[in-house]
């Protein structure tokens, strides 16, 4: 158990990728608390931790809420004694559409999600982390971040910060022992995935809807339970070689990961 008596805090932890890393770090002993804005799911994901035996612990909030992280920091720090990990998984598609067409609304709503979200979630964890000297962050990031993809430019646009807020971050808290890396996923099997498809054609084209259809179709989208594996590895001390990093399952595989 490479993660036993580990305190971690991982958002959008009720659904999809959030979900599957919550239930391997529990597998590997880490104390876990997750946060999204749904309870329902939050409740199913702690009854199944706690039915293995593991401690699971919730806190429903939105990560664009500075109190909402600061209350779910807290209460990781105040139920389980303190924070080692955090996973700063939640996020939106956002609008998708071109730059013109787009909603002004929507596109701030996406930039506080994914980007904003991930700064608030690392500046609360880093406060106790830096006292500590000590400490993982992985954030959820995308290919998305370093490719130009028509319709999807604000959530690229959070991404691309995300991934260049990892490698500021692992420079600036490398004297404090802070390890921050980021993934990319690739395309996954989620509700997410489920969104951008129920779009529609109106919304992304006849061509890029058929293609996104197609992933599914065709089996092309991973199941989360293969890529929870690696964030339990960057939340490890089998990683505190590694900062700095954003890559692919293959990439980190290059790095010694031995998933």
Not at 133 to 141: A, D, F, V, Y
């Amino acid at each position: 158990m490479i993660l036993k008596g580990k305190v971690s805090f991982i958002t959008g932890g009720g659904r999809g990728l959030g979900r599957s890393i919550a239930l391997a770090m529990a597998r590997e002993g880490a104390r876990v608390v997750i946060m999204s804005r749904t309870a329902k799911d939050l409740r199913e994901v702690v009854t199944l931790i706690r039915g293995s035996g593991g401690e699971g612990h919730f806190c429903e909030g939105d990560v664009s809420n500075p109190e909402d992280v600061s209350r779910g920091i807290e209460k990781a720090v105040r139920d389980c004694g303190g924070l080692d990990i955090l996973v700063n998984n939640a996020a939106v598609i956002g609008p998708a559409r071109f730059l013109e067409d787009a909603d002004e609304a929507a596109w701030q709503k996406t930039i506080n999600t994914n980007l904003f979200g991930t700064y608030l979630g690392c500046r609360a964890a880093g406060l106790v982390m830096r006292e500590r000297r000590s400490g993982k962050i992985i954030n959820i990031s995308s290919g998305l971040g370093q490719m130009a993809y028509p319709r999807f430019c604000v959530y690229s646009v959070s991404k691309a910060g995300e991934i260049q807020m990892t490698r500021s971050l692992a420079e600036e808290w490398r004297p404090m022992n802070i390890q921050v890396n980021a993934i990319d996923p690739g395309l996954m099997d989620t509700d997410f995935q489920k969104g951008v498809r129920e779009l529609g054609p109106g919304v992304l084209g006849k061509e890029l809807h058929e293609r996104f259809a197609e992933y599914k179709e065709k089996g092309l989208l991973k199941d989360t339970g293969k890529v929870a594996p690696l964030a339990v590895y960057l939340a490890s001390p089998s990683s505190d070689h590694l900062s700095g990093h954003f890559g692919t399952l293959d990439y980190y595989r290059r790095l010694g990961w031995p998933g």
